[in-house]
């Protein structure tokens, strides 16, 4: 595998049910990213870990749970979610510099297609 | 009010074709890049730029970096149905700050 990967690639849930999004990078990076993308609407930055330390969290509702156990996974924990909630969601990794910052080029995966009934 | 206003958000036009898509904002931003995305894909980086006025051609594409950093463009030359797909930017406000990104403009190119 290269690049980062992204399971599963489409999901459908019911607003009860719990499924955890996995996101993996294979190039060695030291950042990883959740991004919405709903239609009509620009990239929303959900999460950001930066050396396996959540750094950032755009009041994403409490339902979105992300897990960080290593700089080469991610996931994403869905639980109890709204139908408003359908959405692409995308994974990234970067390689940003000791010293902060992020303002390198970030490598997305191909998606979750999430789908709330 | 979005950071970064790109326009237009749809373009459908000929193989053949020149185009020019936008993206403006208030803000100067220390750096910007373009993605594109196709269908049932994640964005991919087409290029950064760093410098007031800067220009990167790309093969058949060509970007522009305004010289107060608050707006670029991007040309692209004789467009092929391969051009098509959601171009996005994307820009960095300082050399702390995470990408903000415009909605995109969806680019159809019909042979």
């Known amino acids: 595998e290269t690049g980062v990967t992204q399971t599963p690639r489409h999901l459908v849930m019911g607003m009860t049910n719990k499924k955890s999004l996995k996101c993996e990078q294979h190039l060695g990076h030291n950042a990883m990213y959740w991004y919405k993308q709903s239609a009509k609407k620009p990239l929303e930055l959900m999460f950001v870990y930066s050396l396996e330390e959540r750094v950032e969290n755009n009041s994403v509702p409490s339902r979105f749970s992300p897990e960080c156990p290593n700089s080469s996974h991610l996931f994403l924990h869905l639980h109890t979610l709204q139908p408003e909630d359908s959405a692409l969601y995308l994974c990234a990794s970067s390689q940003e510099p000791a010293s902060g910052g992020f303002f390198s080029t970030q490598y997305f995966g191909p998606g979750t297609r999430l789908t709330v009934l | ?111």
């Open chain 2, 1 to 111: 009010t979005q950071l970064l206003e790109q326009s237009p958000q749809f373009l459908s036009i000929q193989e053949g074709e020149n185009l020019t898509v936008y993206c403006n904002s208030s803000s100067v931003f220390s750096s910007l890049q373009w993605y594109r995305q196709e269908p049932g894909e994640g964005p991919v980086l087409l290029v950064t730029v760093v410098t007031g006025g800067e220009v990167k051609k790309l093969k058949r594409l060509t970007f522009q970096f305004g010289d107060a950093r608050k707006d670029s463009s991007l040309h692209i030359t004789a467009a092929q149905p391969g051009d098509t797909g959601l171009y996005l930017c994307a820009g960095t406000l300082s050399g702390y700050s995470t990408l903000t990104f415009g909605k995109g403009t969806m680019l159809l190119v019909s042979p």
